[in-house]
């Protein structure tokens, strides 16, 4: 009875996976091995499974890699894809450099202050993202805040273009996705053995010393997770590029949209849905082979 409920439990999560991710992934993926046509739904084969054995075989004779071809020769979606992993990487970056010390904050504060800094680190989730982002549009624009402040503090004489720059974009995936990477690092710094970081104070090593050996090595789980936390999402973001950022740096979130919704092309665009994916999980892939070779090396 016992191995029964274990094996219940454990298909939970495979089945949810099954369900919410592998089929869309394989309709995606059928979708974009076929024609697109002035129809509904706008593509062709569609394959019919009481066609039996036959309409099987019609339906692979007709798959076609002509949309993943157009993707990678159209110079459009390559800039965009290259485009979309750079601002991505950057903006991983810099909320690392600006989440790691808050979180080590959080982690170093007392027990009484840790409940109300997680609870404020966390209250962005409470208002909709969409209007998050729409609010930074009254803050970056030319006769936003940010402007009218600087001027009135005499920094400059004429208001800033901000608003639907690149600039614009990384300040608002840092500001949307800061918590993704607070809190896996928070995480495992609040997990790590104090008396390691006081054995090396103890043996000589300086404060920064002791940080760069000792902490920051320890806490390297939870910076890969909160990188991959934020890098992923980022990649193919949709909202804030929209409204923030400009077309002359388009990313490829803003394209696929454009793809679906307004050209119709449902199989062009679940090819670069495919290739989107691909390209995100290359460094998951990466990790999970560094990970069991580290863990080969130490057993």
């Known amino acids: 009875m016992t191995t029964q409920r274990q094996r219940l ?26 024609h697109s046509t002035m129809a509904m739904p706008p593509y062709l084969p569609v394959l019919n499974v009481a066609g039996g054995w036959s309409s099987l075989k019609a339906y692979f004779a007709e798959l076609n890699l002509e949309n993943y071809v157009f993707v990678l020769k159209d110079s459009i979606y390559v800039v965009a894809y290259l485009n979309s992993v750079k601002i991505a990487a950057v903006a991983t970056a810099i909320t690392l450099l600006l989440g790691y010390p808050i979180a080590y904050a959080i982690a170093s504060a007392s027990s009484g202050w840790k409940p109300i800094l997680i609870m404020l680190i966390n209250l962005p989730f409470w208002t909709s993202f969409l209007i998050r982002i729409y609010a930074w549009i009254v803050v970056l624009s030319k006769e936003g805040v940010l402007n009218h402040l600087l001027i009135s503090v005499g920094v400059i004489s004429e208001p800033l273009t901000i608003l639907n720059t690149n600039f614009a974009v990384y300040l608002g995936i840092v500001y949307a996705y800061l918590p993704l990477m607070i809190f896996p690092i928070y995480a495992t710094l609040e997990k790590l053995d104090i008396s390691v970081y006081e054995a090396a104070r103890d043996l000589g090593c300086s404060r920064a010393s002791a940080f760069f050996r000792v902490t920051l090595p320890l806490s390297r789980p939870g910076i890969i997770a909160g990188c991959f936390l934020v890098f992923i999402p980022a990649t193919g973001e949709f909202v804030i590029p929209s409204l923030l950022g400009t077309a002359k740096s388009p ?24 290739l989107l994916l ?14 069991q070779s580290v863990e080969r090396r130490g057993g």
């Open 9 to 34: 439990l454990i298909s939970i999560p495979y089945l949810w996976l099954i369900v919410f991710f592998l089929l869309p992934f394989a309709i995606i993926v059928k979708i974009s091995l076929s």
């Open 251 to 274: 990313m490829i979130g803003r394209l696929l949209w454009e793809e679906f919704f307004v050209n119709n092309d449902w199989p062009l665009a679940s090819a670069i849905s495919v």
């Open 278 to 291: 691909a390209i995100l999980i290359v460094p998951i892939v990466l990790y999970q082979f560094y990970r």
